[in-house]
């Protein structure tokens, strides 16, 4: 089965930089995308980035482009997410997540992904 086993996260200051580590395995990451989501006190699960199988279609939030980035190091079987200027309502759990096999692009709904990690919490005080 595939695992996901997040880290990362932490409590920093407005404008600060963190980057969110989810490793893999199970499954090569090299033939399934991979996202992540995040989901705040009171909110639904919303998507934040997404990386295609092929590493080379990458899809963000509107709220988080410019500002984060997607990417993995396939060597190390380790998606990451670069979060840099972060606001307060950066605010959340972070969960990464493993695309369903045959999907060739970066996607954006929760139903596309089929193995979820435990996530990591993201605290960004003003």
């Known amino acids: 089965q595939v695992q996901l086993v997040e880290s990362g996260g932490g409590l920093v200051q407005a404008g600060d930089s963190l980057r969110l580590s989810c490793a893999t395995s199970?499954?090569?990451?090299?033939?399934?995308?991979m996202g992540w989501f995040r989901q705040a006190p009171g909110k639904e699960r919303e998507f934040v980035a997404a990386?295609?199988?092929?590493?080379?279609?990458?899809r963000y939030a509107d709220s988080v482009k410019g500002r984060f980035a997607v990417s993995r190091d396939i060597a190390k079987s380790t998606l990451y997410l670069q979060m840099n200027s972060l606001k307060p309502e950066d605010t959340a759990v972070y969960y990464c997540?493993?695309?369903?096999?045959?999907?060739?692009?970066?996607?954006?709904?929760?139903?596309?992904?089929?193995?979820w990690g435990q996530g990591t919490q993201v605290t960004v005080s003003s």
């Open positions: 990386i295609s199988r092929s590493g080379f279609s990458t």
């Open positions: 997540a493993h695309q369903k096999g045959g999907i060739l692009v970066a996607t954006a709904t929760a139903d596309q992904y089929d193995y």
């Open positions: 199970g499954r090569a990451i090299t033939i399934y995308g």
